[in-house]
């Protein structure tokens, strides 16, 4: 109930608002509005939803190869990786991901930046590839 309350017009605006298949499919852009019927003006352009952010900057065609690039890296980091930093930044990939269905905005941060150095790491055969006393190793 309290992520209806507070979640709730934001599912039910946007999918007001979408309706077009070339919105679904290409987005409105990166100066892209959405209607939203707790603001006075109608319009903006965020919504407090990873996902429907993603959409809404880039429809579909931007939403689905975003989503699997992060599971292939959490996928690869965590099952393919004889390492547990790779490990742990597979989670950290995994989780952001997951936490995208209730907030989680991809933002030009350092925290976002940091996501995106995780996919790399976890893509990397050669960072996969190293053990534990390897990367002990090269931090001391």
């Given at each position: 109930?309290?992520?209806?309350?507070?979640?709730?017009?934001?599912?039910?605006?946007?999918f007001?608002?979408?309706?077009?298949?070339?919105?679904?499919?290409?987005?409105?852009?990166?100066?892209?509005?959405?209607?939203?019927?707790?603001?006075?003006?109608?319009?903006?352009?965020?919504?407090?939803?990873?996902?429907?952010?993603?959409?809404?900057?880039?429809?579909?065609?931007?939403?689905?190869?975003?989503?699997?690039?992060?599971?292939?890296?959490?996928?690869?980091?965590?099952?393919?990786?004889?390492?547990?930093?790779?490990?742990?930044?597979?989670?950290?990939?995994?989780?952001?991901?997951?936490?995208?269905?209730?907030?989680?905005?991809?933002?030009?941060?350092?925290?976002?930046?940091?996501?995106?150095?995780?996919i790399?790491?976890?893509?990397?055969?050669?960072?996969?590839?190293?053990?534990?006393?390897?990367?002990?190793?090269a931090?001391?």
């Open positions: 109930e309290g992520f209806q309350e507070s979640r709730g017009a934001v599912f039910t605006d946007f007001e608002d979408f309706t077009s298949t070339q919105d679904w499919i290409f987005g409105r852009g990166i100066q892209g509005r959405v209607y939203r019927s707790i603001y006075s003006q109608g319009t903006l352009d965020i919504i407090e939803q990873g996902f429907l952010t993603v959409i809404l900057r880039g429809g579909l065609l931007y939403l689905v190869p975003f989503v699997l690039i992060f599971l292939r890296a959490a996928w690869l980091g965590f099952f393919r990786s004889n390492n547990d930093l790779v490990k742990a930044l597979a989670i950290l990939v995994f989780l952001h991901l997951a936490l995208m269905f209730y907030f989680n905005l991809p933002d030009y941060s350092t925290y976002y930046v940091f996501i995106w150095i995780s790399t790491a976890c893509f990397n055969k050669r960072m996969r590839d190293y053990s534990n006393a390897d990367l002990y190793k931090m001391n």
